[in-house]
């Protein structure tokens, strides 16, 4: 069964950093999405992206975050100087018509 | 704005119990209504769904029904096994809008 990927599982990294956070999603999805959950807290939705542009974001989404779908497979998430606030769980989702969306394993960001 | 809210968590039952989780939701819109479950390690997996008012979602045992008088989308099911154990969430989508809006998770244990 198709799944949606995410590497690394654990990325450590040090405050102010650009840290890059990778997902395939699958393969003939046409929607993808970041979302992040902060230990203990509720998983939150950062952004969504269709047709090679950001369709929707949030405001925790702001100008240190980027997205890119580079190569037809790859949807990427770039923090471009990272802060303790940033330490998360990252998931990335994928849907084909904006109906159930399919997760990732997430991708687990400790900074220090 | 459009909330989620969870019973708390962590929740331990025996093996064969009966298990409710208790979600209640504050909505603008028309939401269609999900739970996800999370099992150790891995992503969030569509458990069921409802998109309108009075429909049942069910999926392995599991069943939830929508109650826009209450609010609510409970999830039910008659006899819990250890291999339930994991995170449960709670989600809604607003007709219209990209992004889920997720409870904060519950967390189960099923003892044998």
């Known amino acids: 069964e198709p799944e949606v990927t995410q590497t690394p599982s654990h990325q450590v990294t040090q405050m102010g950093q650009e840290v890059i956070l990778r997902c395939v999603p699958i393969?003939?999805?046409?929607?993808f999405y970041w979302y992040r959950q902060i230990l203990g807290q509720k998983v939150e939705f950062l952004v969504s992206f269709y047709n090679n542009e950001i369709s929707e974001k949030s405001e925790i989404f702001d100008d240190q975050f980027s997205v890119e779908r580079p190569d037809g497979s790859n949807f990427t998430l770039k923090i471009r100087s990272t802060k303790l606030e940033d330490s998360a769980m990252y998931f990335c989702?994928?849907?084909?018509?904006?109906?159930?969306?399919?997760f990732g394993p997430g991708t687990r960001l400790t900074v220090t | 704005g459009d909330s989620v809210t969870q019973m708390e968590g962590p929740v331990t039952l025996s093996e064969e119990a009966f298990l409710t989780i208790n979600c209640t939701y504050t909505?603008?819109?028309?939401?269609?209504l999900f739970w996800y479950v999370q099992y150790p390690g891995e992503g969030l997996q569509l458990l069921l769904k409802a998109t309108k008012a009075d429909d049942k979602g069910s999926n392995k045992g599991f069943e939830a029904t929508y109650r826009k008088e209450t609010t609510s989308f409970h999830l039910e099911k008659g006899s819990v096994q250890v291999s339930d154990s994991a995170v449960y969430f709670c989600?809604?989508?607003?007709?219209?809008?990209?992004?889920?809006?997720f409870g904060q998770g519950t967390r189960l244990t099923i003892n044998p």
């Open positions: 909505a603008t819109g028309y939401p269609s």
């Open positions: 989600a809604l989508k607003i007709q219209g809008a990209q992004k889920l809006v």
């Open positions: 393969s003939n999805h046409l929607y």
């Open positions: 989702a994928s849907t084909f018509a904006r109906d159930e969306q399919y």
